[in-house]
């Protein structure tokens, strides 16, 4: 979804940044002049299984403003893959929402002191894409 949009709005998008900076999407400026072109204007990073350890997230945190220096870092928590994961864990619903939002809560706070990087959720991609393409995310979002 995050490319299909990135490609809504003009821009090139791709898998990965580079194999040096690996990211889970990033989308690039198109533009005629050689050194405006494939500027990073936007990258995500999906947190899954790196929800549980805060070095993983700083690490997710570096490749976007660092190594990437995307004008918008995406540090998206995907809590359908959460919700999964704790379902298969045994967890009550209710304990995994609040789990999710404690999650959420704490990738929001390692991310608040730097500048251009903004915490989504997937219905947050959802909505946009749903904003920007027209179409419904086939896939579901609790």
Same mark, same amino acid.
């Given at each position: 979804?995050?490319?299909?949009?990135g490609? &809504?709005?003009? %821009?090139?998008? !791709?898998?990965?940044?580079?194999?040096?900076?690996?990211?889970?999407?990033v #989308?690039?400026t198109?533009?005629?002049?050689?050194?405006?072109?494939r500027?990073?204007?936007?990258?995500?990073? =999906?947190?899954?299984?790196?929800? #549980?350890d805060? +070095?993983s997230?700083?690490?997710?945190?570096?490749?976007?403003?660092d190594?990437?220096? &995307?004008?918008?870092?995406i540090?998206l928590?995907?809590?359908g893959e959460?919700?999964? =994961?704790?379902? !298969?864990?045994?967890?009550?619903?209710?304990?995994?929402?609040k789990? @999710?939002?404690r @999650?959420?809560?704490?990738? &929001?706070r390692?991310?608040?002191?730097y500048?251009?990087? !903004?915490? #989504?959720?997937?219905? +947050?991609l959802a !909505? @946009?894409y749903?904003?920007?393409?027209?179409k419904?995310?086939r %896939?579901?979002?609790?």
């Amino acid at each position: 979804m995050f490319l299909e949009v990135g490609t &809504a709005l003009g %821009y090139q998008a !791709e898998r990965t940044f580079s194999p040096q900076a690996p990211t889970d999407g990033v #989308w690039l400026t198109r533009h005629q002049v050689a050194e405006l072109d494939r500027i990073p204007f936007a990258a995500i990073e =999906v947190l899954v299984s790196e929800v #549980w350890d805060a +070095k993983s997230i700083r690490g997710s945190i570096s490749t976007l403003r660092d190594a990437v220096s &995307a004008s918008l870092g995406i540090l998206l928590v995907h809590e359908g893959e959460l919700h999964r =994961v704790l379902s !298969e864990r045994n967890w009550a619903d209710a304990a995994i929402d609040k789990e @999710i939002n404690r @999650i959420t809560g704490e990738v &929001a706070r390692l991310a608040a002191p730097y500048s251009g990087v !903004e915490v #989504w959720t997937f219905a +947050k991609l959802a !909505e @946009i894409y749903r904003q920007t393409t027209g179409k419904k995310s086939r %896939y579901c979002v609790k």
